[in-house]
Nanobody, 115 residues
Framework: QVQLVESGGGLVQAGGSLRLSCTAS????????MGWYRQAPGKQRELVAR???????NYADSVKGRFTISRDNAKNAVYLQMNSLKPEDTAVYYC?????????WGQGTQVTVSS
């Protein structure tokens, strides 16, 4: 059974930082691409960042230079370091497995950035 469990969300002021974590089980983590997506109220879910099994990364234009995705295969974990947060980053953030077509999702963690 595949499980993706996110943590690290919360309330932060604009300009602040948060680090999201996602721990995976039920998969051979090291061979899987992983990603972070987000969904704001009334909007579609969108890609934030993704990382291949060999740690190549890809970011949405809106977060380039502010967010960093990384992985630790020994811990079956993927991280999203978010700096210089803006109110428009407010959303539920989801961890996913896969690069182009994610097939498993976590339950999401809320990130709220106050102005």
């Amino acid at each position: 059974q595949v499980q993706l469990v996110e943590s690290g969300g919360g309330l932060v002021q604009a300009g602040g930082s948060l680090r999201l974590s996602c721990t995976a089980s039920g998969i051979i983590f090291r061979i899987n691409a992983m990603g972070w997506y987000r969904q704001a109220p009334g909007k579609q879910r969108e890609l934030v960042a993704r990382i291949t099994s060999d740690s190549r990364t890809n970011y949405a234009d809106s977060v380039k230079g502010r967010f960093t995705i990384s992985r630790d295969n020994a811990k079956n974990a993927v991280y999203l370091q978010m700096n210089s947060l803006k109110p428009e980053d407010t959303a539920v953030y989801y961890c996913s497995r896969g690069y182009s077509r994610p097939d498993y999702w976590g339950q999401g963690t809320q990130v709220t950035v106050s102005s």
